[in-house]
């Protein structure tokens, strides 16, 4: 059984940055993905990113390239999610997935089985 656990969120202001971690356990092979999902109040889970175990592949949402970087210590089984000139509309609750695809430049919440419990980050303007 896949198990993930956020961590890094906090209040940050506009412009500031913060490092979100994803720790996974019971990952038995290679071909995992990690993505990185968002939810605000009264919005639909967004895609933000994803990294691929195998080959570091990576995806991000138009949203966020450019601001966010995805990176992957796979002999921590660790991911990270450092975000960079953060504004007010990053503000959600940010969950860590991970599942064994394929994934494109559009990351879908469906693709994924295994959900972290979420970390919120709040940014002030």
């Known amino acids: 059984e896949v198990q993930l656990v956020e961590s890094g969120g906090g209040l940050v202001q506009a412009g500031g940055s913060l490092r979100l971690s994803c720790t996974a356990s019971g990952l038995t092979f290679d071909d995992y993905a990690i993505a990185w999902f968002r939810q605000a109040p009264g919005k639909a889970r967004e895609g933000v990113s994803c990294?691929?175990?195998?080959?570091?592949?990576?995806a991000y949402a138009d949203s966020v390239k450019g601001r966010f970087t995805i990176a992957s210590d796979n002999a921590e089984n660790t991911v990270y999610l450092q975000m960079n000139n953060l504004k007010p509309e990053d503000t959600a609750v940010y969950y860590c997935a991970a599942d064994r695809v394929v994934f494109g430049p559009k990351i879908y919440a469906a693709d994924f089985n295994s959900w972290g419990q979420g970390t919120l980050v709040t940014v002030s303007s």
């Open positions: 990294i691929s175990r195998r080959d570091g592949s990576t």
